[in-house]
């Protein structure tokens, strides 16, 4: 990201660290907000500091499932099952190969309940195809729903935004945006884990959309590739684009000014990818 961190301060006695302000940033995004709500001491180790991210093979599944599912779509859905599942098994071999050369080790990455890294990447591997499959029954089982092609001739698939929220540039990518069988469009992200996002980083897709191609988009889902089909749409109106902007600046403030509170808590640190640095780690 480019950040720069020109002050470290002192430890205050709430166990917060305070820092001078200079952590220069290009732009924002969900995932930042996000990580910064969910542990500001975190996001400073990831993201201002870059101390080492113990490898998961969870993040490998999804990069290979998104991958697969976006050639799929960007192809119009003319590839076949059989070369989806071969772009996902190549793109699955590349994503760990990528992991494999800052931490070789499997012993430093992260397991899954009574497998290992090395064990569980193996068996992810499969748990990703299986879903590759239902992604691809879904499309047939729901012959009422496309995928939305912008003004512009652009098919909304893994569709890049940049918008300028007040000053605070955000940027990101929407999974989709479907068109239903009524014409009303949803935005869409898809999910290989267990649990689905909040309303807030679909609301944020709602807003892009309208700030770039004047469309009203008022709800959203996660597709879950765990059981192959949508949640129940999330209805997006209260989330203004006043409301999210303020949500932006107030997370952009706060790193500016060297605010990163720790938030520890034994099944947030459990998985933290920068918890063998974290002085806090419970």
């Not at 009574?114 to 748990?127: K, N, Q, S, T, V």
């Not at 999974?175 to 992200?189: C, F, H, Y």
């Not at 107030?250 to 974290?278: H, I, L, T, W, Y």
Request: one cysteine or more; hydrophobic letters at 35%.
């Amino acid at each position: 990201m480019g950040t720069q961190l020109h002050e470290i301060g002192k430890q205050t006695s709430r166990g917060r660290h305070e820092f001078g302000p200079g952590v220069c940033v290009t732009h924002r995004s969900v995932s930042q907000r996000n990580e910064y709500r969910r542990c500001g001491w975190a996001y400073y180790l990831g993201r201002v500091a870059g101390v080492w991210a113990r490898p998961a093979s969870w993040t490998v599944q999804g990069t290979a499932f998104h991958a697969a599912v976006e050639a799929y779509e960007k192809s119009r859905r003319a590839l076949s099952g059989g070369d989806v599942r071969d772009l996902y098994r190549k793109e699955y071999a590349a994503a760990a190969n990528a992991l494999c050369v800052g931490t070789p080790n499997f012993e430093y990455w992260f397991g899954s309940g009574p497998y290992d890294g090395e064990r569980d990447l193996e068996r992810r591997y499969a748990i990703g195809l299986e879903q590759v499959d239902r992604y691809l029954q879904y499309v047939a089982d729901t012959p009422e729903e496309s995928i939305w092609e912008a003004p512009d001739g652009t098919l909304a698939v893994e569709l890049k935004f940049e918008i300028d929220l007040d000053g605070v540039l955000v940027r990101g990518y929407i999974d989709q945006v479907v068109r239903q069988g009524n014409e009303k469009l949803r935005v869409r992200d898809l999910k290989t884990g267990r649990q689905p996002g909040d309303d807030f980083q679909l609301a944020v897709y709602t807003v892009a959309l309208g700030m770039k191609y004047g469309v009203d988009v008022t709800t959203g889902d996660y597709w879950m590739a765990r059981v192959g089909k949508a949640t129940h749409p999330y209805e997006l109106r209260d989330w203004t684009t006043e409301r999210i902007t303020e949500e932006f600046h107030k997370m952009d403030q706060a790193v500016k000014a060297g605010r990163f509170e720790p938030d520890p808590e034994p099944n947030k640190c459990r998985f933290c990818p920068v918890n063998s640095s974290c002085e806090y780690i419970q």
